[in-house]
Structures are given as C-alpha cells and as structure tokens.
C-alpha cells in the first residue's frame, strides 16, 4: 500500500461518499474508487459497505481508520514543519549603518531579527557612508544604509527615510524649545560637524553651499559620540539628526532645535550590489528595518517623513 491509497481512504471514510472524498481532494471519482478497491484487494478485506446512499466503514475498516488517521496527520505534521524549516530565513547577514543610526535602531533591529529569525545570523557595521559603500562594493556587507546615495549601474537603492536635521548645542532652558532654526543662526555657530566621509556631513555642506552660508567649522570629527560630548561642554554646536541624539535630549545633557527642511535635509537609503543576490534572510531583515523606522518615526524617536521614491 501507498500514500495516496491511504489518503483516498481516510477521506472517503470522512466523508462517507466516494463523490465527496473525489471532490475534496481534486481528483475524479474512479481515481477515488481504483485506488480504494486496489487497497482492498491487497488487504483482502472489505473496508466499506456499499449503498445507494453513500458507503459506510466496515469493522475492519473501522480499525484500519483508526491506524491510518493518526500516522497520516503526524505525517502531516512533519511535512509542515520540514517546510517551515525549508522556508525559514536562514544564513549570514552582513549589514552597514552610519553613526548617526547605528545608535538609534542598531540594537532593536538585531534583537527583534534573532528573535523571528534563529537560523540566521545578523552582522551589522557601524561607519561613515564613504566606508559603508566601499565596502559594500567589495563585497564585504550585503547592504548598507547611506545618507543621500543615487542609484547607479552597480547599485539597487531603496529610499528609506528624508531626515529633519537640528541644531544641537548644550543644554539650556532657554534654549529648550521647538522654534526653527533661521538662516542667520545658522551662520553665527561654531560648529563641530562629521567627517567630511559622512554622507550627513555632505548633506549639511550642500545645504550651506546652497543657502550661501559661510559655515565656521571648528573641527570635524569621525566620531558622532566625540561630537555629542564636545557640544555638551559648551565646545561648540552641531547639526545631527534627532535620533542620533534622543537620549541626551531626555536626559537634558543637550538642547535640539529644527532645521526647516526646506533649508535643510538628509535622505536615508538602502543600497545593494547588483552583483550579490539578494538572500531570503537579506529581504527579512531589510522589510523589519524599514518597519522599525516607521515604528521610530511614529514614536518621535526618529524625526522625518518615510521617503518617496521620486528623490531617487
């Protein structure tokens, strides 16, 4: 006996008619019937009563119903879970975000990615957006998030966040409030600003070139945690997006103000080699990072608009 003889089987004992079982398993009716008479002929024992009205198990077919029903759902069973094992993301993520982010989601992206996702692993890498798509066209990450990077012909890009930029300086209740920010502040500041390799850092410069302003740049650091720390001594002030600096922010270490974004903005992406496929396990953790910054974004946390795919 198979497989399919005792399918046919349990599903006509069920439902008690030849024509019914044909119908619930999408086969026609002497399928049904060739394989339950086969099976009788190799027990050689009748499993049905025959009437007018349908067919009903015999003693013998009782007891052969009550073997087979279990041994076919554990079947079943095991069929599910080896698929779900099968369909399970699964392999090495290598991933790049800059400084600016890393802080705020890194950290909720990978515990929520091995928590839905055990038979992977997530590698996540921290750096400016020059190191980031460097490396990501060597090959050595997958995928990065960049600040303001367009597609090319070696690069798939997915917009992902237009970020509000804010003036940060140390805190002051004075300065504790939610006025924008003018062209002529700006120009008053002394700024301690990102590398000039940070992609955020070219997005200021663009502006400030845009809008005329004569920006005095104290000193540039490749370290935002450097930079959050001078601007609270009172050092100088800097431009950084609000979820790179949310905490110090609750905790009165630093004063934000808003940049308007029509002076300006950074544009946050997702990049990807078009050499290197994209993994079932890569296309998980890229759908729940978009999906933790929209819960950011919904929470404050991270300040800006879910990005329109025209800016590309």
């Given at each position: 006996?198979?497989?399919?003889?005792?399918?046919?089987?349990?599903?006509?004992?069920?439902?008690?008619?030849?024509?019914?079982?044909?119908?619930?398993?999408?086969?026609?009716?002497?399928?049904?019937?060739?394989?339950?008479?086969?099976?009788?002929?190799?027990?050689?024992?009748?499993?049905?009563?025959?009437?007018?009205?349908?067919?009903?198990?015999?003693?013998?077919?009782?007891?052969?119903?009550?073997?087979?029903?279990?041994?076919?759902?554990?079947?079943?069973?095991?069929?599910?879970?080896?698929?779900?094992?099968?369909?399970?993301?699964?392999?090495?993520?290598?991933?790049?975000?800059?400084?600016?982010?890393?802080?705020?989601?890194?950290?909720?992206?990978?515990?929520?990615?091995?928590?839905?996702?055990?038979?992977?692993?997530?590698?996540?890498?921290?750096?400016?957006?020059?190191?980031?798509?460097?490396?990501?066209?060597?090959?050595?990450?997958?995928?990065?998030?960049?600040?303001?990077?367009?597609?090319?012909?070696?690069?798939?890009?997915?917009?992902?966040?237009?970020?509000?930029?804010?003036?940060?300086?140390?805190?002051?209740?004075?300065?504790?409030?939610?006025?924008?920010?003018?062209?002529?502040?700006?120009?008053?500041?002394?700024?301690?600003?990102?590398?000039?390799?940070?992609?955020?850092?070219?997005?200021?410069?663009?502006?400030?070139?845009?809008?005329?302003?004569?920006?005095?740049?104290?000193?540039?650091?490749?370290?935002?945690?450097?930079?959050?720390?001078l601007v609270e001594r009172g050092v100088g002030?800097?431009?950084?997006?609000?979820?790179?600096?949310?905490?110090?922010?609750?905790?009165?270490?630093?004063?934000?103000?808003?940049?308007?974004?029509?002076?300006?903005?950074?544009?946050?992406?997702?990049?990807?080699?078009?050499?290197?496929?994209?993994?079932?396990?890569?296309?998980?953790?890229l759908t729940l990072l978009a999906s933790e910054?929209?819960?950011?974004?919904?929470?404050?946390?991270?300040?800006?608009?879910?990005?329109?795919?025209?800016?590309?």
């Open positions: 006996m198979d497989l399919e003889q005792l399918r046919y089987f349990k599903q006509a004992a069920e439902m008690g008619s030849v024509t019914r079982a044909a119908v619930k398993l999408g086969v026609s009716q002497p399928a049904v019937s060739r394989q339950i008479a086969s099976l009788e002929a190799e027990l050689r024992t009748r499993l049905f009563y025959r009437n007018g009205r349908g067919m009903a198990l015999t003693d013998a077919g009782r007891t052969f119903y009550l073997t087979v029903k279990p041994l076919l759902e554990e079947l079943n069973e095991v069929k599910d879970q080896l698929l779900q094992q099968s369909e399970a993301p699964a392999g090495s993520v290598l991933v790049g975000m800059p400084f600016s982010l890393m802080g705020t989601i890194g950290a909720s992206c990978a515990q929520h990615f091995l928590s839905f996702y055990p038979n992977a692993s997530l590698h996540l890498y921290e750096g400016s957006s020059g190191l980031l798509l460097e490396r990501l066209q060597t090959g050595l990450i997958s995928a990065a998030v960049l600040y303001d990077t367009r597609r090319g012909p070696n690069m798939l890009v997915t917009p992902l966040l237009v970020e509000q930029l804010y003036l940060v300086t140390s805190w002051s209740a004075a300065q504790d409030d939610a006025s924008e920010v003018s062209i002529t502040e700006l120009a008053r500041q002394k700024f301690i600003l990102p590398g000039k390799q940070s992609g955020l850092r070219r997005a200021v410069d663009a502006a400030f070139k845009e809008h005329g302003i004569n920006a005095n740049v104290l000193m540039d650091m490749h370290s935002v945690t450097v930079v959050k720390h002030s800097s431009i950084l997006p609000f979820g790179a600096v949310h905490r110090e922010v609750a905790d009165r270490y630093l004063s934000v103000r808003p940049i308007p974004l029509e002076l300006m903005h950074a544009r946050l992406v997702t990049a990807t080699a078009t050499g290197q496929p994209i993994t079932q396990a890569m296309q998980a953790f910054v929209q819960r950011c974004v919904s929470s404050g946390i991270l300040r800006g608009s879910v990005a329109d795919s025209t800016f590309l």
